[in-house]
Each structure stands twice: as structure tokens, then as C-alpha cells.
């Protein structure tokens, strides 16, 4: 198969288009052409009124090696690269442990799923609720303000990213395509089959929802074994070595294989491994607010005329901004035609996030704008002193927003001018269970307050209404990525705890659905790999 990149289209181009491009830029004849296959299509936005989409295509010819020897000087005309993913190992038949795979979050999805497509029959602890009962959970938080603080945005089968946009894209290094692997399996389990080749795809909270359904039952039919409502308290150590688990149940459970993939919302069970003496030290993340406004303006502003078109979809942007402070400011999670939610795992305490449905249409986009912090300068002194940053903000956010799990709210207008807001402009807030508006700039550091002020008007450079005084700004966002990490070594185990794979987001190695999922194959494997290892 031959793969044939930056092959740019008008965005209207017929039916024909592709087949003609490929056969003017290997300059055959129809007849050679066997068949093709679009691996990826993005789009150049920068002329608006001339948009083009940028096809990588796959193609097979009767005389592949020929044309391959006759482009070989030409960067875009390559072989295919073999993306199917391969299993490292299978189980023994006379394998008698199980492993553990503690949370079910895209990470300890996809560990649960490649062991048990190995046949190592894993047994996964959730802490919170299977996901219909998780929805009515977190749902009844946003419409009653009543928190389960263990069945909730953060908490519960699916993990973090579950009531989400679905964003499928990560900037981590994949060169044995594992996300390849996690999307073929999320098509597999019902998403959408575009995400195989549009270059930012998403699939949308509802969907997600039912994937994670059909994944769980897919396990389960392959032997493995997943236990909600079920949290690890304690992690049993002798000798440096992982020997089992207490459960909130009370039960014991004896294992020397576990992958940790608790997230970064898992606050207490950080503390207990902290207290158990397995290497712990504190990283940088990010704090700010959510911001939203109208999404035409943003479909405007990114697309022209061609703003509506569906190929494009609703438009997403991405901005970063360095401070005269050494502050860096940036957009984060970005969720076009979405909606902000109320992202807290505890109680008496304010959080925001973001999550959209597949079809993006709701009349607000919203995105973080965080500013970076880091132990060194922010946090110092011992490594879980991120997580007491991030629980007084989101402390001081409950408070300021009337203590009844309201967010506090600023027009962008006012927040520049640095006085508090009354009333709201034609930006609708999104957010439940509701704001309040009010001066922001009690809810941060100044050292962060002055650099969203700095970045807004920069950002406007770029997006024509960004800075718009009717923009809505609803804080805190404090869980932006982990504020610790649990630091493995090359056979992907803790770097003194023999057992223990320590993966995705909350232990600092993921950011993002798909790297989470990335992350929970590769422990997967080198967990696999051990037991093998050991058996034999
Ligand atoms: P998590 O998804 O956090 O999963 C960890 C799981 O472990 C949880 O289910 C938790 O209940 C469980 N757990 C914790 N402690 C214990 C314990 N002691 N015992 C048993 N179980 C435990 N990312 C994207 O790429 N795209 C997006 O569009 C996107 N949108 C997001 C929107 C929202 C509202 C949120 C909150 C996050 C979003 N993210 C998004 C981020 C993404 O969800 C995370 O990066 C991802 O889920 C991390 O995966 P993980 O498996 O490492 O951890």
C-alpha cells in the first residue's frame, strides 16, 4: 500500500476529486488505480473564502514498487506504515494470578481490554457507579445540587472524560500507533467512523456513554471482571513489592500485578499512596477560568463564509500567549458548541470543566484559559502541595459563588477593567446548577489574574470578539491535569514499588482521552510481559 499525504482540496470538491488527484500525482491511469482510502482529512482554514482540505491518502496499484522507486526522492508519496496493532504476549493456560487494574477511566479501560484480550482475565475496581446510574448522579448534582462524592463527573465507570466533548487528539509521541488501536475500538464499540480519519475527532458525550457499555460487556466476555461502587483504600507492600489490595467493601485482595488509573480527581487515594511511601513528587499543572462566547463568532471568525459548512463542523481554536510576567496563558479544552459543567468530586467546593454532545450545537463555545503553575515557584515544599493549591481555590470559588455549588461569574468586559459584573450581556451562561456574577479576581493568585488580563486582549489578535465585554468567564478550573506524579521506571513500574504500574492521567503520564487510553495499553503490556516472566 502506498500512503499519499498533503494532497489539498477545495472544500466544496466533487465526488471525483480524489481519484483524479491521485491519478495526476502519480501520473497513472485509472486503470491502475486498484482502490484508495482516506487515513486522515484536516483542513487549511487560513484563507477563509478559499478553505482546503488536506487528504492523507491510502492508495494500492498493480505496480506499487515501481512508483514507489519512481517517487522515492518525493516526502509525500511513502510506503503505508502497518498501523494494526499486535499483541505483545498471551496468557499461559497455567497462569494462576489475576491482574488488577484499579479505576475505569479510558486508562484502565484499555488495560482491562488489551489483558483481557490476552487472556490474563483482569479483574477492574471502580470506585464509583456502572454509567447509566452515574449519569443520574452527575446529572442530578447539575439540576439539584446534590454531589455523590464518589458517582459524579470525575468518579465512575468511564472516567473523567465521559461527560466530555470526546475530543480524540493528543500531541504524544505514538510511533507503534497505539492510538490507532484505541480508536479502531471505539469504533468498533459504536463510534462514529469518521473518527478513523478526520484529523480532530470527537464523539460527543451521549455516545460515549453507550461505547463505554458495549467495551465493559467486551471484557466481561472475554473473562475479565469489573467491580463498581468498589474503591482501593490500602495498597499491601512487603519487601518493595505489591502483595494486595484492601476495598472500601472491606474485602482483601491478594495480587502482585496492578495498574493504578485513578485520574486526577483520586485525591485520597494520592494521600494513601503518599503515606505508604511509594515515590510521590509534586508537578506543574494549571489554573484559570472557563471563558465562552456565542459560537457563531467563533465559526465566524475561524471560517468566513464557509462558517455552517458541515464538513467544517463548529469551529475550535487553540491560543497560547507568553506573559510580561514569564506566565504562560493558554486555551485548554477547547469545546466548540458545548457546554460548561460543574466538575467537583468534593463537597463545599466549585470546579469547572467543559463537555458537548457529537452534534456541537449548542449556541456557546467554551474553553479554558489557564495559566501554568509549577511546585517550584507555586506550590513548594512537599509533593502533595498542588492538591492543597487546587482544594483552596476551589474552595474559595464555592464560597464566593454563595456556597450552594453556584460558579463565580464575570462578563470578559469587566474582568479586564477589574470591576465586578451585574448584569449579563448576550452570552447565556451554560453552566448548572447556575453563576454568580462577581469579581473574579478574588478566585486566583494575582500573579494569574494579571496574566489572564494580559492574554485576553492577545488573544483577540486572533480571534476577532474574544475579548468582547459580553463573554462570560466561570471559575475556577483547577483540574487541568494532575498535580502529582508517580514516578515509574522503564518497565513502566513504580520507581520503588515492584508491582505497581502506575498510569495515565493521575499518575502524570496522560492528558486527554486518548493519551489516557495510550498510556493504559503500554501498562498493559509491560504488566503482561512480567507475568510471563515470572510464571514461566
Ligand atoms: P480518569 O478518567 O480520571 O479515570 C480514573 C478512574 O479511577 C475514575 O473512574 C475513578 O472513579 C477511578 N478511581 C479513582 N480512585 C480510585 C480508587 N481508589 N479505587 C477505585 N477506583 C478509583 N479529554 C479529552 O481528551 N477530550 C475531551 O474532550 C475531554 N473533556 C473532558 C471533559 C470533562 C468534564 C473532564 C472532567 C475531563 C475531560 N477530558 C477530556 C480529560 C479526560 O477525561 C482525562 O484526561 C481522562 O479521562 C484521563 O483518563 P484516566 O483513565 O487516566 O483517568
Redesign the pocket.
Known amino acids: 500500500m502506498i500512503r499519499l499525504t498533503e494532497i489539498k482540496l477545495p472544500l466544496d470538491h466533487g465526488d471525483d476529486a480524489i481519484e483524479q488527484a491521485i491519478l495526476t500525482k502519480l501520473a497513472i491511469d485509472k486503470s491502475q488505480l486498484q482502490s484508495f482510502n482516506v487515513f486522515k482529512r484536516g483542513y487549511d482554514a487560513r484563507k477563509k473564502t478559499a478553505i482546503l482540505l488536506i487528504y492523507t491518502l491510502d492508495i494500492e496499484v498493480a505496480n506499487e514498487a515501481q512508483l514507489l522507486a519512481q517517487f522515492a526522492k518525493d516526502q509525500h508519496v511513502k510506503p503505508a506504515p502497518d498501523t494494526r496493532y499486535k499483541f505483545v504476549a498471551h496468557a499461559p493456560s497455567n497462569i494462576q494470578e489475576r491482574p488488577v487494574v484499579?479505576?475505569?477511566?479510558?486508562?484502565?479501560?484499555f488495560a482491562g481490554l488489551v489483558l483481557a484480550q490476552m487472556g490474563f482475565k483482569p479483574i477492574i475496581?471502580?470506585?464509583?457507579k456502572e454509567v447509566r446510574e452515574r449519569t443520574k448522579d452527575t446529572f442530578g448534582f447539575w439540576r439539584k445540587r446534590t454531589l455523590n462524592t464518589?458517582s459524579n463527573?470525575?468518579?465512575?465507570?468511564?472516567?473523567?472524560?465521559?461527560?466530555?466533548?470526546?475530543?480524540?487528539?493528543?500531541q504524544v509521541k505514538d510511533p507503534k500507533h497505539y492510538g490507532r488501536k484505541v480508536i479502531t475500538e471505539f469504533v468498533a464499540a459504536g463510534a462514529p467512523e469518521e473518527i478513523m480519519y478526520v484529523s480532530k475527532p470527537?464523539i460527543g458525550t451521549f455516545k460515549l456513554v453507550t461505547m463505554i457499555e458495549k467495551m465493559r460487556a467486551r471484557i466481561v466476555e472475554l473473562g475479565g471482571e469489573i467491580r463498581f461502587s468498589?474503591?482501593?483504600?490500602d495498597i499491601l507492600l512487603e519487601n518493595g513489592q505489591v502483595t494486595g489490595l484492601k476495598l472500601?467493601t472491606g474485602e482483601q485482595l491478594n495480587t502482585q500485578h496492578v495498574v493504578l488509573?485513578?485520574?486526577?480527581?483520586?485525591r485520597?487515594?494520592f494521600k494513601?499512596v503518599y503515606d505508604k511511601g511509594i515515590y510521590v513528587e509534586a508537578k506543574p499543572f494549571s489554573v484559570g477560568f472557563r471563558i465562552e462566547h456565542k459560537q457563531s463568532m467563533i465559526d465566524e471568525c475561524r471560517f468566513g463564509p464557509n462558517a455552517g459548512n458541515p464538513i467544517l463542523g463548529a469551529a475550535d481554536y487553540k491560543l497560547v500567549h507568553h506573559c510580561e510576567n514569564g506566565r504562560t496563558v493558554y486555551s485548554f479544552?477547547m469545546?466548540p458548541g458545548g457546554t460548561v459543567?460543574a466538575?467537583t468530586s468534593e463537597e463545599g467546593r466549585v470546579v469547572t470543566?467543559?463537555?458537548s454532545q457529537y452534534s456541537r450545537n449548542e449556541r456557546n463555545a467554551n474553553s479554558a484559559i489557564v495559566v501554568g503553575i509549577s511546585p517550584d515557584e507555586d506550590y513548594p515544599g512537599h509533593p502533595l502541595a498542588g492538591i492543597d493549591l487546587q482544594r483552596k481555590l476551589e474552595e474559595q470559588a464555592y464560597a464566593i459563588g454563595g456556597s450552594n455549588y453556584d460558579a463565580p461569574a464575570q462578563l470578559i468586559g469587566d474582568f479586564l477593567k477589574g470591576k465586578d459584573s451585574s448584569t449579563l450581556g448576550d452570552v447565556k451562561p451554560s453552566y448548572t446548577p447556575g453563576i454568580k456574577l462577581t469579581d473574579l479576581a478574588k478566585t486566583l493568585p494575582s500573579f494569574a489574574i494579571d496574566a489572564i488580563r494580559e492574554a485576553i486582549p492577545a488573544f483577540n489578535k486572533q480571534i476577532r470578539g474574544f475579548s468582547s465585554n459580553d463573554g462570560l468567564l466561570t471559575g475556577v478550573e483547577t483540574?487541568t491535569s494532575s498535580p502529582i506524579c508517580i514516578k515509574r521506571d522503564k518497565s513502566m513500574q513504580s520507581i520503588n514499588t515492584q508491582g505497581l504500574y502506575p498510569?495515565?492521567?493521575?499518575?502524570g503520564y496522560?492528558?486527554?482521552?486518548?493519551?489516557?487510553g495510550i498510556?493504559?495499553i503500554k501498562a498493559a503490556e509491560a504488566l503482561a510481559l512480567s507475568m510471563i516472566e515470572k510464571n514461566s
Open positions: 484499579i479505576g475505569f477511566g479510558p486508562c484502565g479501560l475496581l471502580e470506585r464509583g464518589e463527573v470525575q468518579f465512575g465507570e468511564g472516567g473523567a472524560g465521559t461527560f466530555s466533548d470526546g475530543k480524540l487528539y493528543s470527537h468498589t474503591r482501593v483504600d472500601s488509573a485513578v485520574g486526577h480527581s483520586a485520597d487515594t494513601m479544552c469545546c459543567v466538575a470543566n467543559g463537555m483540574r498510569a495515565g492521567e493521575g499518575a496522560a492528558g486527554g482521552i486518548l493519551s489516557a498510556d493504559g
